[in-house]
């Protein structure tokens, strides 16, 4: 057996530990099993707790430009109070159930963009270690997918998918970012809108669907942003006609109709703000039911599990200000 993180503040000769995941994405709000290994290193040890930390990476907006930033969307005590002894194998298994607002990372087995981790963290003696990193797939309910194959169906194609730190005002977003979906409209609607982002914000009652529409200029208009929120039922998934509910709810985006109300605000503590950047060309590849879903920038599965570790490098420093 080959253990990934030898933990190095507790000194040459300390323990060693590998995380394993059940094979498969996990979803929004469900279970995720695995189990921790430990090996006991050249003497006994007494671990005290042994921590599960749902990290993500996110783009964060400053003073001048974007940065990017590690915080930790949720964490899980999944043992402790137990000897290890020197050289031993001690397995610890596991249960945890992911938070509602867990960010989408494949549809249909394509990686959509945003990067999850499961960090792995042991406290012996009063010393705290982060050992395993583990990249954390996670696929849509039933209703997101079902949401997303419908823009596939009207002829839209996704172009990309990136976390934002900050909050949408409106909504009962918990975690301390969320995440958008962008997605470019079918020639019949370019002349209207450049491109349509898409919030979904679950909870265990249904989710909240947050569409924003960035509408050209016209002859004698100026071009602006127009952000609606809708809501959809996780029990009524199975019998809704997505395509007639999101063509409907693009109607009135992309008519910047506000009749039901002042649209949500995207803030943080510092105050509103938004971002609607341009996203990296897509590779776009055609799945169920007629979805185009692109990889950003040609990245494939295979390289975000082989790079998760540059894909958090700095962690240590910067995981602090997202427990918050």
């Keep these: 057996m080959v253990f990934k993180k030898l933990l190095g503040a507790l000194g040459v000769g300390g323990p060693s530990v590998d995380t394993v995941l059940q ?34 990476r996110v783009e964060r907006e400053g003073q001048e430009e974007e940065d990017e930033a ?16 020197e050289e031993a194998d001690h397995t610890v298994p596991f249960t945890v159930t992911l938070p509602w607002e867990t960010p989408i990372t494949e549809l249909h087995g394509q990686h959509l963009g945003p990067v999850l981790g499961l960090r792995t963290e042991l406290e012996i003696a009063g010393a705290r270690d982060k050992g395993d990193l ?9 209703a997101q997918e079902a949401i997303l194959e419908a823009f596939g169906q009207l002829g839209y ?5 990136d976390l934002e730190l ?26 209207a809108v450049n491109e349509i982002e898409v919030t979904f914000i679950a909870a265990p009652g249904g989710l909240e669907v947050v569409i924003e529409a960035d509408k050209r200029a016209g002859l004698f208009t ?25 063509d409907a709810w693009l109607k009135e985006v992309i008519a910047g109709h506000e009749s039901h109300g002042a649209p949500p605000s995207y803030g943080d503590e510092h105050g509103d703000r938004h971002r609607s950047g341009p996203g990296a060309g897509a590779v776009v590849a055609g799945v169920a039911a007629g979805v185009a879903v692109g990889v950003v920038g040609g990245m ?3 390289e975000v599990v082989d790079e998760i570790g540059d894909a958090f490098e700095g962690e240590e420093d910067e995981e602090g200000e997202g427990e918050g």
């Design 23 to 56: 094979p498969g994405p996990a979803l929004p709000g469900g279970l995720l099993s695995g189990e921790v290994r430990l090996r006991g290193g050249g003497s006994d040890v007494t671990v005290d707790r042994i921590s599960l930390l749902l990290v993500a």
């Design 166 to 191: 900050g909050h949408i005002r409106g909504t009962g977003q918990q975690l301390p970012c969320y995440q958008e979906i962008e997605i470019l409209p079918p020639a019949g609607h370019a002349h």
């Design 134 to 142: 583990d990249a954390l797939a996670v696929g849509p309910l039933p």
């Design 300 to 302: 494939v599965a295979a």
């Design 157 to 161: 194609a996704f172009r990309s998918a």
């Design 70 to 85: 590690t915080v930790v969307l949720e964490r899980f005590t999944v043992g402790g109070g137990f000897r290890l002894a």
């Design 222 to 246: 100026e071009g602006h942003d127009t952000v609606h929120r809708f809501t959809a039922s996780h029990h009524a998934a199975p019998q809704t006609d997505w395509n007639a509910q999101v």
